[in-house]
């Protein structure tokens, strides 16, 4: 894994929202150090035109380079869509980056790891109930510690397109799925079942076959 942290500072220092003016340093671990590689300012804008959110979106995935973890003090929407889209790793963290950068890797290292002994496990895959229309329960593998996650289970599904609509039974809705709704322009309803059980259900207004 890279040993490489990109970080989105203010002028005090301390992380700051995506769309504020900042700039990106990539800090580079070397012999248990941290240290900057490289830093770049970066503003989004002020109002926020979809063009120009794009266009600097990927500036920044081209500056990212081979750099995969990317720290922030709260990414959402289309920032949010394009560093993952890039394969990049997404943190949220308030403060100073040396307060959390050995925190970060450790977990990455701890994933990968996990990951690796992931062979066996069985993820669970939406079924077809009827023509175009499926269901998946992901409430076990949320209240579990099953070694799978959420987005593993859905979002290939979900970027495949293959269908119409799609019922899902969970524990609660995962934030980054609500950015998958309004990014793919989406249409959903939602049904509180009990305190920890919701049905989500979305819709596609065609089915890309």
Known sequence: MSKEIAVFVGANGQTVD?????????????????????EREFFLGEHFHMGILRERMMEL?????????FVGL???GIPYFYLEKSGCSIWEFEGQPANFL?????????EQRQ??????????TPMEVSSGCYRISIKEIQEKNMGVTSKQALLPFIRQGTYYSLEIHCNHIPPWLENE????QLESR???ISRNEVNLVIMKKECNS
Request: aromatic letters at 8%; a negative charge; proline letters at 2%.
């Open 115 to 124: 990951n690796g002994t992931q062979e066996n496990i069985s993820l669970p």
């Open 74 to 76: 709260t990414v959402t």
């Open 102 to 110: 050995d925190y970060i890797v450790g977990k990455e290292e701890a």
């Open 61 to 69: 995935v081209e500056f990212l380079g081979t750099c995969e973890i």
């Open 18 to 38: 995506l769309y504020q003016q900042g700039k990106v340093i990539i800090y580079q671990r070397n012999q248990g150090n941290w240290q900057v590689a490289r």
């Open 190 to 192: 939602t049904e509180v």
């Open 181 to 184: 709704i309004l990014l793919n």
